[in-house]
């Protein structure tokens, strides 16, 4: 089956099925209690990973002030997946002048004005300005989520806009560094196959724009510094999708917040990352609609057991 044909039909066996419902925006979805109750057991087993426990756990918002977002180098390499936010800040005058264009259908939106905030894409760009300007002593690793945007809209149910991502990161020395991403390329396959997914482990390479595209496109192959944990979805004809990935980004944030390691180098990072989503869906889409008829084995992983699905 081509995979337009097996997109549409996974996403119209989801929704039959009361784990999706269709927002009025392509790439936006509300998920049922199935879902969740699957997600969370996901979201779970990533925290649980061994040996990868005991780290600083964040939650942080969506949001990256602008000055940091911009050191993040993202709006360089990436432009056609950012967003920001827009707010009103005018008076009574400039209110009544929008509200009239909102009633004429004109373009209501140019009386806004930017809140300098940028919607996060990876929950780690979140952790890198927390220690913008100084020298890491010894490494630190986060364990972090956040719901993130990337402005990709698709009838695809694997690729959302808006959509929760777990990661596990490591800012420090390069060897600490390497060694995170290297368990991360064992770890990260080894959890996803327990809850009973086939899973593929193939180097990466961005969309990169701008000076990045000539810079990494090829390297970012070439030097191994991505690996995606990939899942035939759509059937073994067609192409996979990542469900997660583990990163090394050499110094690239090091360099960009003035972070060093004892001798005076730039600090080194990498994260293992999943998207919380997208496995779920891998899950539906391998196991059935019918979370009580899953695998024993699986409903374990997950914590899940019949009598506790929702209606």
């Known amino acids: 089956m081509e995979r337009e044909a097996a997109q549409a039909e996974l996403r119209a066996r989801l929704i039959e099925a009361g784990h999706l419902y269709p927002q009025p925006y392509q790439g936006l979805w509300a998920f049922g209690g199935?879902?969740?109750?699957?997600?969370?057991?996901?979201?779970?087993?990533?925290?649980?990973m061994e040996p990868l426990q005991g780290v600083r756990q964040m939650t942080f918002p969506p949001f990256l002030g602008e000055r940091e977002f911009v050191a993040t180098g993202y709006m360089n390499s990436f432009p056609?997946?950012?967003?920001?936010?827009?707010?009103?800040?005018?008076?009574?005058?400039?209110?009544?002048?929008?509200?009239?264009?909102?009633?004429?259908?004109?373009?209501?939106?140019?009386?806004?004005?930017?809140?300098?905030?940028d919607l996060v894409s990876a929950p780690c760009h979140a952790t890198y300005p927390m220690h913008a300007g100084t020298t890491l002593e010894e490494p630190v690793k986060y364990e972090v989520s956040s719901r993130?945007?990337?402005?990709?809209?698709?009838?695809?149910?694997?690729?959302?806009?808006?959509?929760?991502?777990?990661?596990?990161?490591?800012?420090?020395?390069?060897e600490a560094a390497v060694e995170h991403r290297e368990l991360g390329m064992r770890v990260g396959?080894?959890?996803?196959?327990?809850?009973?997914?086939?899973?593929?482990?193939?180097?990466?390479?961005?969309?990169?724009?701008?000076?990045?595209?000539?810079?990494?496109?090829?390297?970012?192959?070439?030097?191994?510094?991505?690996?995606e944990f990939v899942c035939k979805v759509y059937g073994d004809e067609n192409s996979g999708?990542?469900?997660?990935?583990?990163?090394?980004?050499?110094?690239?944030?090091?360099?960009?917040?003035?972070?060093?390691?004892?001798?005076g180098g730039l600090a080194h990072s990498?994260?293992?990352?999943?998207?919380?989503?997208?496995?779920?869906?891998?899950?539906?889409?391998?196991?059935?609609m019918d979370v009580s008829t899953w695998p024993a084995d699986v409903r374990a992983v997950l914590g899940l057991s019949s009598d506790e699905q929702s209606a």
Not at 157 to 168: A, G, H
Not at 270 to 288: P, Y
């Open 189 to 227: 396959p080894e959890l996803l196959r327990s809850m009973g997914l086939t899973i593929e482990v193939e180097p990466a390479n961005d969309p990169f724009f701008g000076r990045a595209a000539q810079i990494f496109a090829q390297g970012q192959l070439d030097a191994g510094l991505k690996y």
């Open 34 to 48: 199935d879902f969740e109750a699957v997600l969370a057991g996901v979201e779970r087993q990533v925290h649980l």
């Open 241 to 263: 999708t990542a469900l997660g990935s583990s990163n090394y980004h050499n110094d690239h944030f090091g360099l960009d917040f003035d972070v060093h390691v004892p001798g």
């Open 270 to 288: 990498s994260c293992i990352g999943f998207g919380l989503e997208r496995v779920t869906v891998a899950l539906f889409a391998t196991h059935g």
């Open 148 to 174: 993130c945007f990337r402005h990709e809209p698709s009838d695809d149910p694997m690729r959302l806009v808006s959509f929760r991502m777990r990661e596990k990161v490591c800012f420090g020395t390069p």
């Open 80 to 117: 056609q997946l950012i967003g920001s936010v827009d707010v009103f800040t005018g008076d009574n005058r400039e209110h009544r002048k929008m509200v009239a264009a909102k009633d004429a259908g004109e373009d209501w939106t140019t009386y806004l004005t930017p809140a300098h905030l």
